[in-house]
């Protein structure tokens, strides 16, 4: 498995939209707070986002035709790459881009890829994914929700938890059982897009243990769906889910949650004029497994651009990647309590709170560390 990650570099063509790129950022965020940046695609800024479309810059991996710039992953990890390392507040379309626009470009009609993804291109249409349910998150086969077909569409009942953006979202795309019981598992799945504004849906949003609510819990109350809300066939959900995880997970955006910390803290110590084996074998360590993740990630983007399959490799990336995330505010934590003598900067001390706080997440959103490592092993024959 593992020899099918090949090294790559990226093409100076898509190399050269980072000078603009990072010339935007400077102006947009250069100026917010490290504790604010920090939340990067925790952060929901639908201005932004607009900004972000007006400048071409949605939707790059989606046909002209649709809206999109036609540009290849290439483009899009460089693009994420930036945003992610500023902490851009990416969050309102974060989705939608990453994730629902590409699977409505494979699996929906022409009318719905129509509808859909120049709206998305233009930063209108934010997306959340329903997929976990109370009870149904690592075993997602086993979800309950219920679309029940009728004369004149859907009927949909049944709840999810954990929606990102759902009280601020336009669209879900929602995994439902369209026949068959939970028993069934993976058979009878079928992925709906469910407009949140309908009657009959409830969102309430959670707040997390660092006082953010960026995620919800949804009930639908016999939502009533038109025909054309099915996204692919009928029944073909779970391979569909699937198919979405791998856009989901093999983008740079498992690696780079930290680096608005790593950067702060750099800043501080150039500040201290602090050198020394305390500060300098501990970033050494970080740097060693973030230059290797950037460059396992920048080789899983060459096997989308060559149109293979990389979900194995994205799952080891995300897998890997994560650690590093968490690794990062545990050292920096661990370092400056080790002198509490020295004053910091306090915004540092906010960010670093934030991500210690928040860092156990990283390793459960998009799939648990054990889910992901169940399937290298299935990868490598061993399940
Ligand atoms: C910040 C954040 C954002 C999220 N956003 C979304 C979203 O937008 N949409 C959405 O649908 N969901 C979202 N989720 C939910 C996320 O996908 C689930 O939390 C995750 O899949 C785990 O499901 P669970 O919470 O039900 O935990 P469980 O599945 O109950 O797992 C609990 C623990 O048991 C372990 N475990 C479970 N099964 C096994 C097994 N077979 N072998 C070994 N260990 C196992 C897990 O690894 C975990 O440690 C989000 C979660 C977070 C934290």
């Known amino acids: 498995m593992i020899d099918t990650l090949e090294l790559a570099g990226i093409p100076p063509q898509d190399e050269a939209l980072?000078?603009?790129?990072?010339?935007?950022?400077?102006?947009?965020?250069?100026?917010l707070a490290p504790e604010i940046r920090a939340r990067s695609w925790m952060g929901f800024d639908a201005a932004f986002s607009r900004a972000l479309a007006d400048r071409g810059w949605l939707g790059l991996t989606l046909p002209v035709e649709y809206g999109g710039a036609g540009k290849g992953p290439f483009a899009r990890f460089v693009l994420a790459e930036e945003l992610l390392g500023a902490g851009a507040p990416v969050s309102a379309h974060w989705i939608a881009d990453r994730q629902s626009g590409p699977l409505i470009l494979k699996y929906g009609t022409e009318a719905q890829k129509r509808f859909y993804l120049p709206r998305i291109c233009r930063a209108e249409a934010?997306?959340?994914?329903?997929?976990?349910?109370?009870?149904?998150?690592?075993?997602?086969?086993?979800?309950?929700?219920?679309?029940t077909r009728t004369d004149g569409g859907w009927v949909l009942n049944g709840s999810k938890i954990w929606t990102t953006n759902a009280q601020r979202s336009h669209y879900m795309i929602a995994l439902a059982r369209t026949s068959g019981e939970p028993a069934d598992r993976h058979k009878g799945l079928s992925q709906v897009v469910v407009d949140l504004s309908l009657p009959g849906v409830t969102v309430r949003p959670i707040r997390d243990v660092a006082g953010d609510a960026h995620f919800s819990e949804v009930f639908f109350d016999n939502v009533v769906l038109a025909p054309e809300a099915l996204i692919g066939?009928?029944?073909?959900?779970?391979?569909?889910?699937?198919?979405?995880?791998?856009?989901e997970r093999s983008g740079p955006e498992r690696v780079y949650s930290s680096m608005v910390l790593l950067e702060g803290w750099l800043a501080h110590c150039r500040a201290l004029g602090a050198g020394g084996a305390r500060q300098a074998a501990?970033?050494?360590?970080?740097?060693?497994?973030?230059?290797?993740?950037?460059?396992?990630?920048?080789?899983?983007?060459?096997?989308?651009?060559?149109?293979?399959?990389?979900?194995?490799?994205?799952?080891?990336?995300?897998?890997?990647?994560?650690?590093?995330?968490?690794m990062i505010p545990r050292i920096i934590g661990d370092i400056l309590a080790a002198s509490p003598e020295v004053p910091m900067p306090a915004s540092l001390g906010r960010t670093l709170?934030?991500?210690?706080?928040?860092?156990?997440?990283?390793?459960?959103?998009?799939?648990t560390r054990e889910i992901l490592r169940g399937i290298l092993a299935r990868g490598l024959g061993l399940r």
Do not use: H
């Open 233 to 247: 066939d009928e029944g073909q959900g779970w391979a569909q889910v699937n198919a979405e995880l791998a856009f």
């Open 282 to 326: 501990p970033l050494g360590r970080i740097l060693a497994s973030l230059a290797v993740l950037r460059a396992m990630s920048i080789a899983v983007t060459a096997k989308l651009a060559r149109g293979e399959n990389p979900a194995l490799e994205a799952t080891l990336v995300k897998d890997l990647g994560t650690e590093a995330e968490q």
């Open 18 to 31: 980072r000078p603009a790129i990072r010339s935007f950022l400077e102006e947009t965020v250069g100026g």
């Open 353 to 367: 709170a934030y991500l210690e706080q928040m860092a156990p997440s990283f390793s459960l959103r998009g799939g």
């Open 126 to 147: 934010f997306f959340c994914i329903g997929m976990s349910e109370p009870g149904s998150g690592s075993d997602l086969a086993s979800i309950r929700t219920r679309a």
